[in-house]
């Protein structure tokens, strides 16, 4: 909890917790995870993503390798511990083994992943999806550090992934129980719309004569929301807004936003995506307004992999914990793992299912918990394997 502590200071923005893709306070937090790796026993290095991996090499010849891990980034003003907890939970169960002298029966690997939210250029899943090798020519298009693909694994090396993260609801928190085993990821889609209007005087064009970017984009951003309260499952989120030129007595020219839209559900996702954008396209037209209308990424949603569940469900009854299975609604580095071997996640309780939002809180307790529920979880792998 300290380490959060010590780790949640490194930021890119004085006065608020942002830390994004290869950004100077990334590079800070992977020097100071990885001095924590070592100190655990671990060799650390840092991949062409940015990645920081920290390994402990089996014993055992031709070892397969078990990966833990979860992401060092963050959004803007974020929580502590989306993220870190994950990687820090890591790092204190293996030094928990190490210093009891545990031997694998296979390399265990711990990644912190160096853009899971996705901030930097609105793509998520930068260092787990190069890692796992899935990144397509439209990402790596979008983006500045082309020779993050030499990060790619090799996909038998790995036989699989599990990952510690705080719930980011309240499911754990109403059934009092510290944690929680995921069954599911749900999808997600990202897009950017942007409106094209003119811009004109704000005191002498009449209201019926403006092509006001900015009124198109409110219309169709309150369509979104009418549109997922009306399906269950489905959210969708506005989350960004530029708006030019940008000044008070001028009617806006352009709008730019940014539209997450989730659902466990895929081709329920993929209908709402479509239906959203005849919308924009009917209320461009009603006003006199252009569309860019552009898919930024997709993920379909992801089933945790139930032998590593079992396993999960299995520790969590040991230690007298009753075994809570639940979705997660947020996107995690597993949903990109996924790719390339099985994966599994562990929930921690949260306060009040705060998340993305600098109230993000924890119990210690709870931590402590996970972390023990983790190093059962390692030991247990250890023996089926
Ligand atoms: C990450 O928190 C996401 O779900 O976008
Ligand atoms: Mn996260
Ligand atoms: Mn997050």
Redesign the pocket.
Known sequence: MRRCDELGAISDEPGCLMRTFASPAMRRANKLVGSWMRAAGLQVREDAAFNLLGRWNSTQRGAKTFLLGSHLDT?RDAGKY??PLGVLAAIAAVQFLRERNVKLPFNLEIVGFSD???VRYQT?YLGSRAFAGTLTAADLARIQEKQIVRARRQRGEFFGYAEVHIE?GPVLEKNNSPVGVVTAIAG?SRLRVEFHGAAGHAGTVPMNLRHDALTGAAEFISAVETAAKKQLGLVATVGKLEVAPGASNVIPSTVSLTL?V?DRNDSRRLAAVRSLKIKANAIAKRRGLKIIWTLVQQTAAVQCDKTLMRIFSKCIAQRGLKVLKLP?????DAAALSAICPVAILFIRCKGGI??NPAESLKTADTRAAIEVLTDFIQTLAKAD
């Not at 997660?328 to 995690?332: I, K, L, P, T, V």
């Open positions: 959004v989306d993220g899971e939210e996705g998520a980011q997600q997450d989730r997660s609604g947020a996107g995690h998340s993305h």
